[in-house]
Each structure stands twice: as structure tokens, then as C-alpha cells.
């Protein structure tokens, strides 16, 4: 049926309401059914010109005959003599033509009011030409008069749609007010124009959309058509008038200034000569029921004939002179003729396939045998009855707003109808095989003999609707499990833009389903760039859920179909702008990596990879790229891709950042190591080749090494440790011989170093853990009894990784803490995981051969060299440390005793002895086995070895509780001061100030403090230049850390005795020694806060006896210092003053703090929103 728009109530219309005996199509107006053609329209005459004898609707045109509206004027030409009602358009020209203008003004005010507005009667007031004063100039020909001429103004009247009676009075024809009422006319002229002009780009606008596009639209309902600019403008004006009336005014400010070229103040800019629709709440409210878009509208007028429709209604007006010209109304016959022939042929196809499907109906219920006469069948269910036809015919869709989809039920067939115009002849075939396997459906039918024309008449005052896209799917419903996934595919794009974004993952297995199943590519690949594209931003959770997803999808469909339509989508969004949804791409290449072809896994995925490794800028990114490439490694078989694959390891282990590089350990080397384990390269190419790089940049290194590139390279190697065990033990003599059984005991908890990641559990890598156990016991007893005889992985280890390590750890700066600490943490891991029976029978022996460590070679210089490289503190952090046991810890104390004593008779440089000193004192544990070390060298009857003791006192002074500073340390340095060697004192002086600088304790203090004293007020010290420069050094480095009594009581004083007593040196040399100790420990204790008194008694007059110094040996060093002395004197002028202003400023405090308690107790009062407290501070108004 054709709907009406239920906004087009005309008067006659009431008026048959009122009337039911008289029929509505009698007494309908011809003026009525329509507003009226749109201004725009090149067909529509000026607003008060005569009625034109003929008009085409802008939006009537279809060649389908759905949208075809002709006027009433242009139907009553033809009409009857049957007498119809005058309608208000009549009596509103009659009253204009007969200048009744005050009534017919109160004509408007009263259909308005009645809410039905006469678009004459609103195009007349509107028009200011109408009530112009006519001056001695006639009018130009073009110019538009009222129907009586011109009309005389009163003075105090504008135009009648624009009074201002505050503006205006009753005076007379003052000439002030002339002028004003011309500009006004004036403006409202161009505004007329430029709506005049709008009108004419409404209906260019209008025309943007092909008309091939529109009828593809028509056709596919569920497509829907693409918003036109028009459509746009209005719907920016119902969004914008929304939020205002909502106080949404920030929103609605941010939307005006999106949509900078609209203005939502005026509903005519939006260029549509329509009448203002509802807001969007009465849309809202009335969508779906009784509104209807103004495509999906048909007048009234469609479908009548000529003969039912009023003859004498035009015929009462007299004739006017015609507003069309002879051409326009050539064009407009020609239209019609048109339509009419595209119509009757409609009409005959249509004809023609009812008359098809009759004959099949016929056919469907001979073949049955007694059908019951209310069943509704889609095929035969008889043995002898026909197959389903797979090539229905094509039929038109009727679900053009003239018919429903859901007939009458007497008539069998036409189910098959609706079905044939959406599924294809393969879900048909299904269809009737299903339907043919279950139950009909019976309906019980009246003893009548109505015929099946009027039986669908009838039904059809039913309020179903299936003229929109939904209406069309209610009413077929699925019967099969492809009809089910078709309409799936066609519901689901439309369903998930109105779920919550935060509800969306609700939506993933009903997608997934779908495009599992569906039949159609397209539809599939609709569906699964909406699975990608479901969630803006998806988070951890999210995504976890489309993962899942997917793999179940790769799982169902194959590796063909994951290659040909999950990849695409991944490849797509490879470049998105928002971080989550390239992570959701770089998560799914991992987790779709085993069901891909293996040419895809190790080709386009691998590539798509290592593209976002390289490029993406997202930490969190690159981190899921490396974990799929991990995972792409475990799937890999193509051995030519392996230099690939070890170029990305070192490429993703040089990145910035940690989390990256943390992911390359925990899943890429372990899944890289298990593969060249398999390829027989883990020990042959692998490992090698960090190796070279290490050494070659070693070489490169001399003047400067990169120590980044060494922690990259190392730590690789540290990874590839479990990997390299687990194929010494798999390809060990006695593999063969392990196996499980419960009574093997279980592995310690110590035996191997805590995993980085699951995948580097030795358990987990040799396949499980009593396989493991039975493997170590093995293990165990060939090395402790057996030997290493053809046992090639192992004896590869021993003879060629181990001297090549050993060599390189004997190449790198034994000064760099960083490299000790790197090579250090290798060895432990390496010694640990081989085991304690290789670490003592194959490593010791071999850094014992290179350090040479025997009684007779202690004074030789020939074996000294090793000793101060980076060998000694690796050897005796690395491997010594490895296991607890009391004679691993008797062996490091004697080899470090051995180190301590061979160095310092030998007058070596002690930088690998303070190295060793240094990685074990950062373990607590080893604190008291370095005090016992030391014990050593302080009873040593060397004086050399006493001193180097002292010396080492400093190092491991940090980071030692005080109670263990308090019973050991201090007593052994104290040992040392009371030694006649003055050498051994003076290496005291550090530690003391280091204990100065880190111990609390007052009493150690105090006995510190008595030793320090006793080097400077001693006598015997008084000439000891080297004495005095350590003790200036300590100072200057303990004092800004020290205790600030201990700093102010001594450090200054005596730093300010001793730059007096350095200007009457006079040896020149041992003069500027001191003075440039002095100058460093003054700028390192200028920062520190100086309280007025020492600073004036003693800091100030040091540095000037500093100054004075410097004036005569550093000219450079003196201008320093004589800013740092108008500072300090500066700091002491500004105190002074402060002082001074002491009482006024503790007045005013208070002051400014009761002042203070009052605001803050205001501001605890509040009970307004953080949103509202600016408007605390606004001024009252």
C-alpha cells in the first residue's frame, strides 16, 4: 500500500471524520495531498501567482511508479462534474483577489495557530513587495503586486509578518521611519534572494546521486544510500538545536565550530524550502510507527483515477492567465508519457511472472498427494513428487512500499516468491531439502469461498510493514542453517554501530560464526574487517577475546581461507593510527602462525613482522612483534631463512626500548635457539658468531668500547646457556640410556639459575622433568668417572667456547664496572647450569692455568700481567662464587689473599684487586669473607700489603651494616694507625672518612673523629705534605654528606687552618698542591648550607687565605674564588637584614596564617563540584 505522510492532513480530510457517511476521496481537496512543490522547483510559479493547471513533484520521479505524485490541479482538468467542498486555498485567493487583506491575515493567525499552515497565505505576508508605498514610478514588469495593486502603508508598520511596535507608532509618515522601512525592504530583498539561490542548489544538490546508483539502492535495501549534503545540514541543525535545549552548550559550541560553514541559528541556511521537521526527542519518539522519510513518502494522489477524483473544482476559479510557459509545459507531458510507458511495461513483466508462478503453485500441489488446503509448502515431500527447482525465476522485488512480504496464507507459493528474490539456486536447494525433512505447518481454514484477490485485500489492512530493511527481514524467516548465516551477514553490519563500544566483544562469536559459514566471499570479508574494526581502541581483555576468536575461526576454516581472509585484514590496519589495533595486528600473526600455509608463515607474515619491528613507534608494539616472531621461529622449517631470522634477533636486541629487549630473551632467542638446535647450529653458527662480533668489537674498542653493543651481544649469549646445555645433554653418550622412572630423586630447587622465562626451564626445553633428573644423574657419573671421550658437543664447549671466553674476558677494561659485572653474571650462569663437577674439573682448571697462582712464581714478574687484567675479579665473582659450600669459600679467600699479596709486593696497580672488591661487596653476603681477606693484609708482616689492605678498607666500607663497621672494621683500621709505616696511616684516611660519611653511631664517630684529629694537631704531622693532601681530599668528599655538626665543629676549621698554613709554604710546588685540593673541597662544600657564624669565622677567611694563594700561582683558580667570596659575603648581608626584619615579618605571619585558616576552612565548607569551585573566586555582579 502506499503510505501517506500523515503530516498532509488537509482540511477536507477533518472533515470526513466528521462525515462518516460521505466517502474521504469525495470531499479530498485537489490543492491537498502535498504541501506543494518546493520553491526550488523550475516548474513551480511565483508564490502569489495564479495556480498553475499542472505540477510535478521534485521528489516524485521514480520509474517505478512508487514516488509518481501529480497535483490535484493537473487531475481535476479531467475530472467529473461531482461537486466537492471549497478548500481553504480558495477562500485564501478569494479573500486576496477581493483585498480582504485584514481578514485573510486573520485567516493565517488561525490556521496557524490550528497548526496547518497555507503556504499562499505564508508566501504573501512574507513578501514585503506586497505592502510597499508606490511612489509617482510605476512598477517594473518583473516586480510582484498584490492581486489589487499596490497597497498603502501606514507609518508605523514595517512589513505584517515583522511588526515592532516598540520600534514604531501611530505619528504619521515621518521620514525617519520611511528611511528605516526601506532598508529593511531592502534586506529582506536580498534575503529573499539568497533563498531564492539556496533554492536552486537544493535542487542541484538534490540530483548529486546518479540514478543508476539510486536504483541499485532501491533494489538492495540493505545497502544503505550515502548521505547527501542536504540531508547533512539538516540533520547538523536537529544535533546542534539538541544540544542547546539540553545545556550541552560546550558540545554544541565544538560542533558549530566543526561545521564552521553552516549557520545553526537559521533554519533557512540549511538551503532545504521545506518546513522545519520535529526536534530529534519527537523523531525519536515517533520513529518507526507514524513517521516516515520523504523518500519512502507517496501522495495521496498515486494510484487514483482520474474519474474518482472531484471535476468542478477547478472549474470554479475563473481562468488565469497561465504562469508555465508552452515549452515548460511541453516537458511536463513528456515526463508524464514517460512514466506511463514505463509503468505499463512494469505492469506487463509483472503480469507475466504471476502467471509463471501460478502455474508452478499448480504443478507443487498436484504432485502432492491430498495436500491439506491451509499448508504452506516450499516443495514436495512424496516420493514421486518433483525436486525442488535450483533455477527459480527471477522476480523483481516487490518490497517497493506498494506490497508485503509476508501474503496471504492460502496461497502455497508465495514463500518460494519472497525466498527466490534473496537467496541464490544452491541455499534454495537446501532449503527444500530441509523443509522436506520436518514437520509442515498446518492451519485450520474456514469453510468460505472468498477469493484469494479479496482473501489478500483483506489481510492487507494488517499493520505489517516490510517496506524498510527491517520489516523485509522480520518477515522472512530462516528455515535453514544458510538462511540463518545469509541473514546474519545481512543484520550484522547493521547491529554492531548501535552497540556500546564497551559491549562489543559480546558481538565476536556471533561474527565469527557467521563468517565461518556464510557462502558468500564478500559477506565474509565484510564481516571479518568488522570483527577488526569492532572496537576503536580494544584493550588487553578485548583483544584477548578477538584473538581467541580467530584461531577458533583458523581452526574451523583451514589454512586457505586464514591465508586468503584473516591475513588481509591484519595487513590492512599494519599502519593504523591508534597503537592498540596494530597491537591487536602483531598479536594475531603470532597466534594465527600455526594454521597458516607454511610458504605464508615463512614469507609474508615473517615480512609483515619485521616491517612493524622496523617501523612502528610503540613500545608496546614492537614487544608483541618480537613475542610473534618467537612464535613464528617455533613453526619455521626453512632453513634458508635462518640469517634472517638471526638478523632480527640482534636487530630487536638493540632496541631502545627494555620491554622490547626483555621480550627478546623471554620468547624470540629460546624459539630461535630450539630451531637451530634442530638445524645442528646452535653451537656451530649460533653461538660462534656472537662471538666474532664480541671479539670484532674488542678490536674496534681499543680507544673507546662500546660497552651497549658488548651487554647486547653477552646477554644473547647468556640466553643461548640453557639451549647449549640441553644439547650437551641430548646428544651425550648416555641419552640414549635415560630414562624416567620414579625412583630418580627430584632435581634440587638450586640446581639452575631461576629462568628468565618458561621457555628457558631446562625441564621445559628437554621435554619434562623426570626425563631431566635421569639425564643429570647420567650427566654426574660420566663426568666423575667416565670422561668426556666422544662426547663432541661437550668436549666443543671445553675446548673451544670456554679458552675463547676466557681469552676475550682478558681483553676488556678492567676498570669498566659494567663489563666485570656483564661477564661476571655469564660465568655464574654458565657454572651453574653446567654443574659443580664441570665447574671444578673443567673451568677452575683452566683460569687457574692462565693466573698462574703458585708460591714460587708470587715475586716473578714474568706471571703479574694476567693478574691485573679483568681475569682475576671474573674468575673470583663469576666462577668462585658459584656454589657456598665452606671449601668454595676457603678457595676465594685464599685466592683473593693470594691476588691482594702478589699485587702489592709486585708494586702492580691494584684496579683488578678493587674490581673484585667492588661485585662482592654489593652482596652483603660476602662481607664478612672480605673483612676476613682484609684481617690478612692488616697482620701481613709487608708493609706494601698492609697499605693495599687499607686501601681496600674503603670499598667494602659501603653498604656494611654498623655493627659490623663497629666490631671489625674499625678496630682493624685503628691496628693500621698504630703501625710505624706513615704510608700505612695515610691509607687510613679514606676509610676513616668514608665511615665519617656513612655511619651514625656517636661513639664510632667520636673515636674517628680522635684519629683524625690526632693526624692534624700531631706534631709529628705537622711537615707530612702527603698526609695533608688526603686528608683535604677525604674532606671534600665526605663533607657535603656528613654529619653538619661534625662538618661546622671540624672539617672547616681545619680546612681553614690548613689554607693558613699552606700561604706560608715555601716550597713552591707543595704550595699549589694544596692549594688546588684546598680550592675543590671549599666548591664542594660551598653547596652545603653555612651557618653565619662559621661562616664568617672560618669558612670566609679560608678562602681568602685561598685566594691569596691563587692570586700568585692561579690566576684562573682566583677569579673563581672571588665570586664564591662576594657570594658568601652577600649570603651574610642578607641574613643580617632578615634579622632585622625578624619581628615585623613573624607579625605579619601571623597574620597570613590566621588569614590562611580562614580560607581553608571556607574551602572545607564547600559542598559544590570541582567544576563549580572557579566560580568562588568570580566578583559578585
Same mark, same amino acid.
Given at each position: 500500500?502506499?503510505?501517506? =505522510? ?115 497565505l ?29 497597497? =498603502? ?27 528605516v ?71 554544541s ?44 513518502k ?14 468542478n473544482?477547478?472549474a ?87 506490497y ?28 527444500? =531439502? ?34 524498510s ?67 576503536k ?41 591508534y ?13 594465527l ?19 612493524m ?7 608496546m ?18 632453513s ?28 624470540? @632467542? ?94 621445559? @626445553? ?6 631431566l ?38 681483553r ?37 692455568? @692462565? ?23 671474573? $674468575? ?6 658459584? $656454589? ?85 672494621a ?22 676513616f ?57 671540624f672539617?672547616?676549621?681545619?680546612l681553614?687552618?690548613?689554607?693558613l ?9 707543595k ?19 653555612i651557618?653565619?657564624?662559621?661562616m ?23 677569579? @673563581?674564588?672571588?665570586?664564591?667570596i ?56
Open positions: 500500500m502506499a503510505s501517506v =505522510n500523515p503530516f498532509d492532513v488537509s482540511d477536507s480530510e477533518e472533515e470526513a471524520e466528521r462525515r462518516p457517511n460521505e466517502t474521504v476521496d469525495t470531499e479530498r481537496s485537489p490543492s491537498e495531498g502535498a504541501p506543494g512543490p518546493p520553491p526550488g522547483n523550475p516548474f513551480s510559479p511565483p508564490a502569489d501567482a495564479e495556480p498553475p493547471t499542472l505540477l510535478l513533484s521534485s521528489n516524485r520521479t521514480s520509474p517505478s511508479g512508487e514516488g509518481m505524485s501529480v497535483s490535484a490541479a493537473a487531475t481535476s482538468t479531467m475530472a467529473g462534474g461531482v461537486e466537492a467542498r471549497v478548500s481553504v486555498d480558495v477562500i485564501a485567493a478569494q479573500l486576496l483577489r477581493d483585498q480582504y487583506i485584514l481578514t485573510a491575515l486573520e485567516f493565517h493567525t488561525e490556521l496557524l495557530e490550528a497548526g496547518r499552515e497555507l503556504p499562499r505564508r508566501d504573501y505576508f512574507s513578501n514585503p513587495g506586497n505592502f510597499e508605498r508606490q511612489s509617482g514610478t510605476p512598477p517594473a514588469k518583473d516586480q510582484v503586486l498584490g492581486p489589487g495593486g499596490p497597497l =498603502n502603508r501606514a507609518g508605523s508598520i514595517s512589513t505584517l509578518d515583522s511588526l515592532d511596535f516598540a520600534r514604531y507608532s501611530d505619528d504619521g509618515n515621518r521620514e525617519s521611519d520611511e528611511r522601512a526601506v532598508l529593511e525592504f531592502e534586506l529582506r530583498k536580498a534575503k529573499e534572494t539568497i533563498q531564492a539561490l539556496r533554492a536552486n542548489l537544493t535542487q542541484a544538490a538534490e540530483s548529486e546521486v546518479a540514478s543508476q546508483e539510486r536504483k541499485n539502492f532501491k533494489s538492495s535495501p540493505e545497502i544503505q544510500e550515502p548521505i547527501r549534503p542536504l540531508e547533512k545540514r539538516a540533520l547538523n541543525f536537529l544535533v546542534n538545536e539538541y544540544l542547546l535545549k539540553n545545556e550541552y552548550k560546550l558540545s559550541i565544538t560542533f558549530s565550530d566543526e561545521n564552521d560553514d553552516q549557520d545553526f541559528e537559521l533554519w533557512d541556511d540549511v538551503g532545504l524550502n521545506i518546513p522545519k521537521p520535529p526536534d530529534l526527542l519527537q523523531l525519536y519518539r515517533n520513529g518507526g510507527s507514524t513517521l516516515s522519510s520523504p523518500r519512502d507517496v501522495d495521496v494522489s498515486v494510484g487514483v483515477a482520474f474519474g474518482d477524483l472531484p471535476g473544482c477547478i470554479r476559479e475563473p481562468q488565469k492567465k497561465p504562469d508555465l510557459s508552452q515549452q515548460q509545459q511541453s516537458e511536463v507531458v513528456q515526463e508524464l508519457e514517460y512514466q506511463l510507458n514505463l509503468l505499463n511495461s512494469e505492469k506487463q513483466s509483472l503480469a507475466e511472472q504471476i502467471k509463471k508462478l501460478q502455474s508452478e503453485i499448480q504443478i507443487l500441489k498436484k504432485s502432492v498427494s491430498s495436500p491439506p488446503p491451509a499448508t504452506l509448502e516450499l516443495c514436495s515431500s512424496s516420493s514421486s513428487s518433483k525436486p525442488c527447482s535450483t533455477n527459480p525465476p527471477s522476480v523483481p522485488s516487490l518490497d517497493n512500499g506498494q508485503l512480504d509476508i501474503r496471504g496464507v492460502s496461497e502455497a507459493g508465495n514463500d518460494l516468491v519472497s525466498t527466490s528474490t534473496q537467496n541464490t539456486s544452491q541455499s534454495q536447494q537446501q532449503t527444500c =531439502n530441509k523443509a522436506t525433512s520436518q514437520q509442515r505447518v498446518q492451519f485450520d481454514q474456514p469453510n468460505r469461498k472468498l477469493s484469494p484477490v479479496f482473501q489478500q485485500a483483506l489481510l492487507s489492512f494488517c499493520r505489517m510493514c516490510s517496506e530493511r527491517l520489516g523485509a527481514e522480520v518477515s522472512r524467516i530462516a528455515d535453514s542453517e544458510e538462511s540463518v548465516m545469509l541473514m546474519l551477514g545481512r543484520c550484522l553490519p547493521h547491529i554492531v554501530p548501535n552497540v556500546l563500544l564497551a559491549k562489543r566483544e559480546e558481538l565476536i562469536p556471533l561474527i565469527l560464526c557467521t563468517a565461518c559459514l556464510h557462502p558468500e566471499p564478500k559477506e565474509r570479508d565484510q564481516l571479518l574487517h568488522i570483527l577488526f574494526n569492532l572496537i581502541r580494544p584493550d588487553d581483555e578485548q583483544r584477548q577475546m578477538i584473538l581467541t576468536g580467530c584461531v577458533a575461526f583458523a581452526r574451523h576454516v583451514g589454512p586457505t581461507r586464514v591465508e586468503a581472509e584473516l591475513l588481509p585484514q591484519c595487513w590492512e590496519q599494519i599502519n593504523h593510527k597503537p592498540e589495533r596494530r597491537l591487536l595486528v602483531a598479536e594475531a600473526c603470532g597466534a602462525a600455526p594454521y597458516l600455509p607454511k610458504e605464508i608463515r615463512s614469507s609474508l607474515v615473517l615480512s609483515m613482522l619485521q616491517q619491528l622496523a617501523e612502528d613507534k610503540a613500545d608494539v614492537r614487544e608483541a612483534v618480537v613475542k610473534s616472531l618467537g612464535i613464528i621461529m617455533g613453526y619455521i622449517d626453512d634458508d631463512k635462518y640469517a634472517q631470522g638471526f638478523e632480527l634477533m640482534l636487530l630487536s636486541l638493540g632496541d631502545p626500548s627494555e620491554r622490547v629487549v626483555n621480550a627478546v630473551h623471554q620468547v624470540f @632467542i629460546p624459539a630461535f635457539a630450539a630451531w637451530t638446535t634442530e638445524l645442528g647450529t646452535l653451537h656451530t653458527a649460533l653461538i660462534p658468531s656472537l662471538l666474532a662480533r664480541i671479539e670484532k668489537l674488542l678490536t674496534q674498542g681499543e680507544h673507546g668500547l662500546d660497552e651497549h653493543k658488548l651487554h647486547v651481544f653477552l646477554s644473547a649469549l647468556q640466553s643461548l646457556i640453557p639451549p647449549l646445555f640441553a644439547v650437551v645433554l641430548q646428544n651425550a653418550p648416555f641419552t640414549s640410556r635415560a630414562k624416567p622412572h620414579e625412583d630418580i630423586p627430584a632435581i634440587e630447587v638450586t640446581r639452575f639459575p631461576r629462568p628468565a622465562s618458561p621457555l628457558q626451564d631446562m625441564a621445559i @626445553i628437554i621435554g619434562n622433568r623426570e626425563l633428573s635421569s639425564l643429570l644423574l647420567l650427566y654426574d657419573h660420566q663426568l666423575e668417572h667416565e670422561g668426556t671421550t666422544g662426547w663432541e658437543s661437550l668436549l666443543w664447549v671445553v675446548n673451544q667456547l670456554l679458552p675463547q671466553l676466557i681469552d676475550i674476558v682478558g676488556i677494561n678492567v676498570t669498566s664496572s659494567t663489563c666485570v659485572h656483564e661477564f661476571s653474571r655469564f660465568f655464574w650462569r654458565f657454572c651453574r647450569t653446567f654443574g659443580k663437577i664441570f665447574t671444578n674439573t673443567k673451568v677452575k682448571p683452566q683460569f687457574q692455568e @692462565i693466573l698462574r697462582l703458585s708460591e714460587e712464581n708470587v715475586d716473578a714478574s714474568a706471571g703479574n700481567g694476567i693478574l691485573t687484567k679483568a681475569t682475576v675479579p671474573i $674468575y673470583a665473582t663469576g666462577v668462585l662464587t658459584c $656454589y657456598n659450600q665452606e671449601e668454595d669459600r676457603k678457595l676465594l679467600v685464599g685466592f683473593l689473599e693470594d691476588v691482594m699479596t702478589t699485587l702489592s709486593l709486585s708494586h702492580a696497580p691494584l684496579d683488578s684487586l678493587k674490581a673484585s672488591f667492588v661485585e662482592l661487596g654489593a652482596n652483603p653476603v660476602y662481607h664478612e669473607l672480605l673483612l676476613t681477606v682484609l684481617w690478612y693484609g692488616v697482620v701481613h708482616t709487608s708493609a706494601l700489603v698492609r697499605c693495599t689492605a687499607a686501601r681496600m678498607f674503603e670499598l667494602v666500607l659501603r653498604g656494611m651494616s654498623e655493627a659490623l663497621v663497629d666490631r671489625r674499625a678496630p682493624a683500621l685503628i691496628t693500621l694507625c698504630s703501625g710505624p709505616e706513615l704510608s700505612v696511616r695515610i691509607a687510613t684516611i679514606p676509610a672518612g668514608t665511615i665519617m660519611e656513612t655511619v651514625t653511631q656517636k661513639e664510632l664517630l667520636e673515636r674517628v673523629k680522635m684519629q683524625l684529629a690526632s693526624f692534624l694537631e700531631d706534631p709529628q704531622y705537622q711537615d707530612q705534605h702527603s698526609l695533608h693532601m688526603e686528608i683535604i681530599r677525604t674532606f671534600g668528599r665526605v663533607g657535603p654528606n656528613a654529619e653538619p655538626r661534625f662538618r661546622d665543629d672539617v672547616l676549621p681545619h681553614h687552618k690548613l689554607a698554613a699552606n700561604n706560608s709554604q715555601s716550597v713552591e710546588s704550595r699549589i698542591d694544596i692549594a688546588i685540593h684546598l680550592f675543590e673541597a671549599y666548591s664542594a662544600l660551598s653547596c652545603c648550607f651557618s653565619e657564624e662559621v664568617v669565622n672560618h669558612f670566609l677567611p679560608g678562602l681568602r687565605c685561598l685566594h691569596a694563594d691563587m692570586e700568585q700561582l692561579s690566576p684562573e683558580h682566583e677569579v @673563581i674564588l672571588g665570586s664564591m662576594k657570594e658568601c659575603e652577600i649570603k651574610v648581608e642578607n641574613r643580617g637584614i632578615s634579622d632585622a626584619q625578624g619581628s615585623i615579618s613573624i607579625a605579619s605571619s601571623l597574620v597570613g596564617e590566621d588569614a590562611k585558616t580562614k580560607f581553608l576552612s571556607k574551602m572545607g565548607q564547600l559542598t559544590t563540584s570541582g567544576a563549580m569551585l572557579a566560580n568562588v573566586f568570580q566578583r559578585k555582579k
